[in-house]
């Protein structure tokens, strides 16, 4: 086989790769948005009103939409600029779609608890949406700045991704931490969040 052959039998297979991580990533996302429609269960009690009934399970419902499709249009620009894929990278993919699959579920748990005295519903909800956007930062930031599989952006822009991810990961954590009362360090963590809120900002304009 000469090299031209055996070039472009890597390239089909390193699409292959990449169109696997694709379809499986879709589909995870898929079944969560679709997970949020099943977590529908409104409550048919007597006296209720009809938006009594609705309020809390359409909250439900379009909270946990659109948070997922938040990180989907995150993860969409990600897997675009992906030239190849290794296993660490599929790794953090898995790890990522994992949290994706508990949201709808978090959230119900979040708006059924809104009142709870001990805030768990807002712990866990904040907790696991940290988690999410720090499995979304490793997603990019592995890939795109430590393997370079992603040489049509440049660092400086990169970097601004990875910033952006961060942020969002930090101010989850820090709605964690004043639900926990732990407040001394609420303010670090939300103060290094804009920090890098500003940082992500000026590296796009200069990228």
Do not use: C
């Not at 296993?87 to 699959?101: A, E, R």
Request: glycine letters at 4%; proline letters at 3%; charged letters at 15%.
């Amino acid at each position: 086989m000469d090299t031209e052959s055996l070039r472009q039998a890597d390239e089909r297979v390193r699409l292959r790769h990449l169109d696997r991580l694709v379809m499986m990533s879709d589909g995870v996302f898929a079944i969560a948005l679709t997970l949020s429609a099943v977590e529908l269960h409104p409550e048919m009690e007597a006296g209720k009103t009809l938006f009594q009934v609705w309020a809390m399970p359409l909250a439900v419902y379009f909270m946990s939409f659109l948070l997922i499709a938040a990180v989907w249009v995150a993860h969409r620009r990600n897997l675009a600029h992906l030239h190849s894929v290794d296993t660490p990278t599929t790794w953090l993919n898995l790890l990522l779609l994992s949290m994706i699959g508990l949201l709808p579920v978090v959230v119900r748990f979040f708006l059924v608890n809104i009142d709870d005295a001990s805030r768990a519903g807002m712990v866990a909800y904040a907790i696991v949406l940290s988690a999410t956007y720090f499995a979304l930062a490793l997603t990019w930031g592995y890939p795109a700045l430590v393997a370079n599989h992603t040489p049509s952006v440049s660092r400086r822009r990169a970097w601004a991704w990875l910033a952006e991810y961060v942020f969002v990961a930090l101010l989850f954590a820090a709605l964690a931490l004043y639900a926990v009362g732990m407040m001394w360090i609420v303010w670090p963590v939300g103060i290094a969040a804009v920090l890098l809120r500003i940082t992500s900002l000026r590296l796009g304009r200069a990228a």
